[in-house]
T-cell receptor, first 116, second 115 residues
Framework: GAVVSQHPSWVICKSGTSVKIECRSL??????MFWYRQFPKQSLMLMAT?????????EQGVEKDKFLINHASLTLSTLTVTSAHPEDSSFYIC????????????FGQGTRLTVV | AQTVTQSQPEMSVQEAETVTLSCTYD???????LFWYKQPPSRQMILVIR??????QNATENRFSVNFQKAAKSFSLKISDSQLGDAAMYFC????????????FGKGTLLTVNP
């Protein structure tokens, strides 16, 4: 199957700083990428949908100024958590889909963010 | 709006036995896809099986099979000959054709496999 690489796999940052998470499709063109947040023992909560070359579409309740998403190319999307606070600590997952994948979504390995 | 319901927060099965995980969904669409994803302790999401709504035949992948009842909007996953490696969180997911690949997930079922 197609490969989606997400980095870093874990990160610890201080309150007030920003942290960037990258999501790359390694062997296909990802026309659409998704960013999820997952709390322990819960389902994936969609934060935003990112289409290459256009602004991300955020789900209701997600602060777009806090969670900056950029999808500048067909293989890379980034999520930047700005001015991070301890309540932003969570597991973040990206997924990617493309016309060549016949509706299947491929997921990154996830990023464990801890804000101290 | 589409919703996906997994009514079993936790399930357990003995190794080598069979277990069925339930999933129901609600949609007004006629053309859609259904998926089961597995999330082991590593938290990597892995596609287990997929079903196209227009196909009447139930999908199978080795020890994994589904019982797709379109009229009842039910999509259960059967795991045969359960193995220790099957222990994971299982998510049922729905995708409407033309929805820009946006998945709707259920809340998940935590499966424990007892040796």
């Amino acid at each position: 199957g197609a490969v989606v690489s997400q980095h870093p796999s874990w990160v610890i940052c201080k309150s007030g700083t920003s942290v960037k998470i990258e999501c790359r499709s390694l062997d296909f063109q990802a026309t659409t990428m998704f960013w999820y947040r997952q709390f322990p023992k819960q389902s994936l909560m969609l934060m935003a949908t990112s289409n290459e070359g256009s602004k991300a579409t955020y789900e209701q309740g997600v602060e777009k100024d806090k969670f900056l998403i950029n999808h500048a190319s067909l293989t890379l999307s980034t999520l930047t958590v700005t001015s991070a606070h301890p309540e932003d600590s969570s597991f973040y997952i990206c997924s990617a889909s493309g016309r060549s994948l016949n509706t299947e979504a491929f997921f990154g390995q996830g990023t464990r963010l801890t804000v101290v | 709006a589409q919703t996906v319901t997994q009514s079993q927060p936790e399930m357990s099965v003995q190794e080598a036995e069979t277990v069925t995980l339930s999933c129901t969904y609600d949609t007004s669409e006629s053309d859609y896809y259904l998926f089961w994803y597995k999330q082991p302790p590593s938290r990597q999401m892995i596609l287990v099986i997929r079903q196209e709504a227009y196909k009447q035949q139930n999908a199978t992948e080795n020890r994994f099979s589904v019982n797709f009842q379109k009229a009842a909007k039910s999509f259960s996953l059967k795991i045969s000959d359960s193995q220790l490696g099957d222990a994971a969180m299982y998510f049922c997911a729905y995708l409407a054709r033309g929805s820009n690949y946006k998945l709707t997930f259920g809340k998940g079922t935590l499966l424990t496999v007892n040796p």
